[in-house]
């Protein structure tokens, strides 16, 4: 069992930056592809960013290439997501999430979620 537990949600003014984290409690952190997810209100929580388990290889949603970056410490056990230009459409709760194989690309294949951070885009 993997707990995640994510911070660094809030309230930012369109343009600006928020740092996500997400510490996983597992020690052997690096046998798991770790993601972002978010849902905004009324709509399917959506992939927003992954990174492997063994290449460190990214991938990110077309609505954020360019503006986000999720990194990873396996010193930390943690995983983060940069988010800037930050736009209103990118205001939603946002999962991280884990899973014990190379990749993770949709809500499907998630074994492991957190509770979630919001983060809210004001125009």
């Known amino acids: 069992q993997v707990q995640l537990v994510e911070s660094g949600g809030g309230l930012v003014q369109a343009g600006g930056s928020l740092r996500l984290s997400c510490v996983a409690s597992q020690r052997t952190f690096s046998i798991y592809a770790m993601g972002w997810f978010r849902q905004a209100p009324g709509k399917e929580r959506e992939f927003v960013a992954s990174i492997s388990r063994n290449t460190d290889t990214t991938y990110y949603a077309d609505s954020v290439k360019g503006r986000f970056t999720i990194s990873r410490s396996s010193a930390t056990n943690t995983v983060y997501l940069q988010m800037n230009t930050l736009k209103p459409e990118d205001t939603a709760e946002y999962y991280c999430?884990?899973?014990?194989?190379?990749?993770?690309?949709?809500?499907?294949?998630?074994?492991?979620w957190g509770k979630g951070t919001l983060v809210t885009v004001s125009s």
């Open positions: 999430a884990a899973r014990p194989s190379e990749v993770i690309l949709t809500p499907n294949q998630v074994h492991y």
